[in-house]
Structure formats: structure tokens, C-alpha cells
């Protein structure tokens, strides 16, 4: 049943622009976020390249 569902799950390619993440890191700490991680800035990188919303 788990494999089932994960099976199911829309998978979307990942590409990493290293100097966008970069940027993303430079603003997070800029703004006094400095516990983002980078797994975390290549998830957001691509989820906005891919243009997901969790709407």
C-alpha cells in the first residue's frame, strides 16, 4: 500500500543552480535566517523553478 501511494506521487526533476542557491542563502542570512540548510534552499529552488504551491 505505501509503495502504492509513492508510486503514485508526481515526481518533477531536479537541477540545482548553484549560484541561486547562493542567493537564496545570502537573503535568508541577510534577514536573520541562518538555520536554512542547503537541502533545504535546493527544495525551495525547485519547487518555485516548477512552479508548485501547496494550495
Known amino acids: 500500500m505505501l509503495f502504492d501511494t509513492l508510486s503514485s506521487v ?3 526533476s531536479i537541477d ?3 549560484a541561486q542557491l547562493g542567493d537564496f ?3 535568508c542570512l541577510k ?3 541562518n538555520g536554512v540548510g542547503i537541502p533545504d534552499l535546493i527544495i525551495a529552488q ?8 501547496n494550495r
Do not use: E, F, M, P
Open 25 to 27: 542563502q545570502y537573503t
Open 16 to 18: 540545482v543552480d548553484w
Open 10 to 12: 508526481n515526481k518533477l
Open 46 to 53: 525547485n519547487a518555485i523553478r516548477h512552479n508548485c504551491s
Open 31 to 33: 534577514n536573520g535566517l
